[in-house]
């Protein structure tokens, strides 16, 4: 069956430390992934976009990765702050023409002072 | 820029009443989309949009979810009769023409079914 997932357990880190969150999924062959921030009361809001054949992608103290043979993608924050935290979803597209998301259950990150 | 707006924020109902949401989308952005996210869990999405053609809603509950997008801006999505599952943060997301992988989502509104 088809599946994303992430890590449902909060990941709890000083400020100043690098931040990595992860995506694995199974069956399905997106043409990219997003990651997405979400706080509490909020919708969620677009960070990065990487396609297939991108290996990695950078956006100011963002870093994605995209690995198509693990099926896994890598999401850092570097230099974290406390304002960093928020849940972090990662959506892949289904592939199957105009485009269509599949969520993942997002990653909840807490950066301590 | 006006992001997406989305009325009402909060709702409470009792099951099977009715229920409705109104997404007026970031203007001349084509695509719309309905979400449901249930606690913990990601958003789901419910339709897909193209102006005011449905493209995908082969996740929408027809027996009790209906929407529509009239005039390929505003759109509603209805909920009749509710049930106690439904209770979710139903999200409106909207997508540009030229940018039309990254959709940009409104605050959502929550229901709370009892």
């Known amino acids: 069956s088809q599946k994303i997932e992430q890590n449902s357990e909060a990941l709890n880190i000083q400020e100043g430390k690098t931040a990595t969150l992860t995506c694995n999924y199974t069956n399905y062959s997106p043409a990219y992934l997003q990651w997405y921030r979400q706080d509490p009361g909020r919708g969620p809001v677009f960070l990065l976009l990487i396609r297939e054949n991108e290996k990695e992608k950078r956006k100011e103290r963002l870093k994605v990765t995209f690995d198509t043979t693990l099926k896994q993608s890598l999401f850092h924050i570097t230099a974290s702050q406390p304002a960093d935290s928020a849940t972090y979803l990662c959506a892949l597209d289904k592939n199957t023409g105009f485009q269509k998301l599949v969520f993942g259950t997002g990653t909840r990150l807490l950066v301590s002072p | 820029e006006a992001g997406v707006a989305q009325s009402p924020r909060y709702k409470i109902i009792e099951k099977r009443q009715s229920v409705a949401f109104w997404c007026n989308p970031i203007?001349?952005?084509?695509?719309l989309y309905w979400y449901q996210q249930i606690l913990g869990q990601g958003p789901k999405l419910l339709i897909q949009f193209q102006n005011n053609g449905v493209v995908d809603d082969s996740q929408l509950p027809k027996d009790r979810f209906s929407a529509e997008r009239l005039k390929g801006v505003d759109s509603t999505l209805k909920i009749q009769p509710a049930k106690l599952e439904d209770s979710a943060v139903y999200l409106c997301a909207s997508s540009p023409p030229r940018a039309w992988e990254t959709q940009y989502f409104g605050p959502g509104t929550r229901l709370l079914v009892l």
């Open positions: 203007s001349g952005h084509a695509t």
